[in-house]
């Protein structure tokens, strides 16, 4: 097993020489800075295990740094330092996610047995992710990527609604994860110890359908051999998610809204009904409402699943979710490829930030995935990412020293069209660079933009 990566934060030298040695020593990797904006940068660029920070700083505090920090990486773990401690600071730095709170000067054998401890509970909870991605169970509400504010809107309204029994319609662009999100909603009710069924509407052939939902009995049709359930007796208890629900035909939307309305299901071929407990989940990446004046969806099926709706936005529209989402799968495919490949260059980030993604997450868990598998191996690079740096810049032949663009012209590059993408928004821009905003300006300044 390769060792913990573990990044220290400290203005003060002799803080930061004791905790490489003394770290160094126990087993870990350790890289050190003494400035919560360089710390940011370096994380934009690598991943680590854990973080241990200094509160006062004079460049920006350590609990905003924790912020930050758990906003590009959730999985990090933080332990916070100071040399001024007090009951405030420490319930604050543990509300905002720090794994714990220590006071100076340093016990090495207590930061030592909090450091076992923490690895340890960071391997547990990666074994637990592990075996639920096996047992084919999808992540919680709590474990959804992204902390921008559309996607925090999602979580809020999943939280409420997890609780009742009520039909969700989801709405969202084709790789946004809707059926993540309807398995959050099913992990959080009281229906989660029964079955969650996913179905994809437009995948099971029209004259199939009926007898797929509600069963049959034998003899019912041609290969009716035996009985079957049928998937929403199969889900009794329990949740059935229908993917691409505007592509049931009308005949089948009635069927659907019988059910919906008496709670009873009819086998195909069969004259007794059978009660049904089913929470239905339906999902679209068409307007339905459209599709109801168009006359393609019926306006009472409609109203039966739209009691609440979730509108997932598209990753173009949370762009600041990108550097999160990217971590979150540079840690799984290092695990699937056994590789340690521990983050992206800074011009490859910048370029996934500028992209628009039509293909959404689903799109840039590709592009990750395809950089492994093309041979990823330390860093992914913008060369790793092929369809992303067919840009003039980057695409234009190399004929002569004359012909390469000066590295400052690069970096104004960027930096234009990183405020350009976050629409001016400094803050935003330079955490995706992986630069300070004071930076920002002092660049801007240079190329006479302010």
Same mark, same amino acid.
């Given at each position: 097993?390769?060792?913990?990566?573990?990044?220290?934060?400290?203005?003060?030298?002799?803080?930061?020489?004791?905790?490489?040695? @003394?770290?160094?020593?126990?087993?870990?990797?350790?890289?050190?800075?003494?400035?919560?904006?360089?710390?940011?940068?370096?994380?934009?660029?690598?991943?680590?295990?854990?973080?241990?920070?200094?509160?006062?700083?004079?460049?920006? $505090?350590?609990?905003?740094?924790?912020?930050?920090?758990?906003?590009?990486?959730?999985?990090?773990?933080?332990?916070?330092?100071?040399?001024?401690?007090?009951?405030?600071?420490?319930?604050?730095?543990?509300?905002?996610?720090?794994?714990?709170?220590?006071?100076?000067?340093?016990?090495?054998?207590?930061?030592?047995?909090?450091?076992?401890?923490?690895?340890?509970?960071?391997?547990?909870?990666?074994?637990?992710?592990?075996?639920?991605?096996?047992?084919?169970?999808?992540?919680?509400?709590?474990?959804?990527?992204?902390?921008?504010?559309?996607?925090?809107?999602?979580?809020?309204?999943?939280?409420?609604?997890?609780?009742?029994?009520?039909?969700?319609?989801?709405?969202?662009?084709?790789?946004?994860?809707?059926?993540?999100?309807?398995?959050?909603?099913?992990?959080?009710?009281?229906?989660?110890?029964?079955?969650?069924?996913?179905?994809?509407?437009?995948?099971?052939?029209?004259?199939?359908?009926?007898?797929?939902?509600?069963?049959?009995?034998?003899?019912?049709?041609?290969?009716?051999?035996?009985?079957?359930?049928?998937?929403?007796?199969?889900?009794?208890?329990?949740?059935?998610?229908?993917?691409?629900?505007?592509?049931?035909?009308?005949?089948?939307?009635?069927?659907?809204?019988?059910?919906?309305?008496?709670?009873?299901?009819?086998?195909?071929?069969?004259?007794?009904?059978?009660?049904?407990?089913?929470?239905?989940?339906?999902?679209?990446?068409?307007?339905?409402?459209?599709?109801?004046?168009?006359?393609?969806?019926?306006?009472?099926?409609?109203?039966?699943?739209?009691?609440?709706?979730?509108?997932?936005?598209?990753?173009?529209?949370?762009?600041?979710?990108?550097? $999160?989402?990217?971590?979150?799968?540079?840690?799984?495919?290092?695990?699937?490829?056994?590789?340690?490949?521990?983050?992206?260059?800074?011009?490859?980030?910048?370029?996934?930030?500028?992209?628009?993604?039509?293909?959404?997450?689903?799109?840039?868990?590709?592009?990750?995935?395809?950089?492994?598998?093309?041979?990823?191996?330390?860093?992914?690079?913008?060369?790793?990412?092929?369809?992303?740096?067919?840009?003039?810049?980057?695409?234009?032949?190399?004929?002569?020293?004359?012909?390469?663009?000066?590295?400052?012209?690069?970096?104004?590059?960027?930096?234009?069209?990183?405020?350009?993408?976050?629409?001016?928004?400094?803050?935003? @821009?330079?955490?995706?660079?992986?630069?300070?905003?004071?930076?920002?300006?002092?660049?801007?300044?240079?190329?006479?933009?302010?």
């Amino acid at each position: 097993m390769d060792p913990a990566k573990i990044l220290v934060v400290d203005d003060e030298r002799s803080i930061l020489v004791l905790l490489k040695e @003394a770290l160094g020593q126990w087993g870990y990797q350790v890289t050190t800075t003494a400035s919560a904006a360089e710390a940011l940068g370096i994380l934009k660029s690598e991943l680590f295990d854990a973080l241990i920070t200094d509160i006062r700083m004079p460049d920006m $505090s350590g609990l905003e740094l924790l912020r930050e920090v758990k906003k590009q990486d959730e999985s990090i773990e933080v332990v916070m330092m100071t040399g001024y401690p007090t009951i405030a600071s420490a319930v604050q730095a543990l509300k905002e996610g720090a794994y714990d709170y220590l006071s100076k000067p340093l016990i090495l054998d207590e930061l030592r047995h909090l450091m076992s401890r923490m690895m340890e509970r960071k391997f547990l909870r990666g074994e637990i992710h592990t075996l639920r991605a096996r047992l084919g169970e999808e992540l919680t509400v709590n474990e959804l990527i992204g902390t921008s504010g559309p996607m925090e809107r999602v979580k809020e309204i999943i939280g409420k609604v997890a609780v009742t029994d009520s039909p969700v319609l989801i709405e969202g662009e084709s790789g946004t994860g809707k059926e993540l999100v309807a398995a959050a909603i099913h992990r959080l009710s009281s229906r989660v110890k029964r079955s969650f069924i996913p179905v994809n509407c437009s995948a099971i052939p029209q004259d199939l359908l009926e007898s797929e939902f509600f069963g049959h009995v034998r003899g019912a049709f041609s290969g009716a051999v035996a009985d079957a359930l049928g998937l929403f007796r199969g889900a009794d208890e329990g949740t059935i998610f229908l993917d691409e629900i505007a592509e049931l035909s009308p005949a089948l939307q009635v069927k659907l809204l019988r059910v919906l309305q008496e709670m009873q299901v009819r086998p195909v071929g069969s004259t007794k009904a059978f009660p049904v407990d089913v929470r239905v989940i339906a999902a679209t990446n068409r307007d339905l409402e459209r599709a109801m004046t168009e006359g393609s969806f019926r306006q009472d099926l409609f109203y039966r699943l739209n009691v609440v709706r979730v509108t997932l936005p598209p990753l173009r529209e949370r762009r600041e979710d990108i550097p $999160s989402l990217i971590n979150h799968f540079l840690r799984r495919f290092n695990k699937r490829f056994h590789r340690d490949v521990r983050g992206v260059a800074p011009e490859a980030l910048a370029a996934l930030t500028a992209y628009t993604f039509p293909g959404n997450v689903r799109e840039l868990e590709n592009l990750i995935e395809r950089a492994f598998a093309m041979g990823a191996r330390e860093q992914i690079a913008l060369n790793d990412l092929p369809s992303l740096s067919k840009t003039p810049m980057t695409s234009t032949p190399v004929t002569s020293p004359e012909s390469v663009p000066a590295l400052a012209d690069v970096e104004r590059e960027l930096i234009l069209k990183a405020l350009a993408v976050f629409k001016d928004d400094k803050e935003a @821009a330079a955490r995706a660079l992986g630069i300070s905003r004071r930076t920002i300006y002092r660049r801007l300044k240079e190329y006479g933009v302010l």
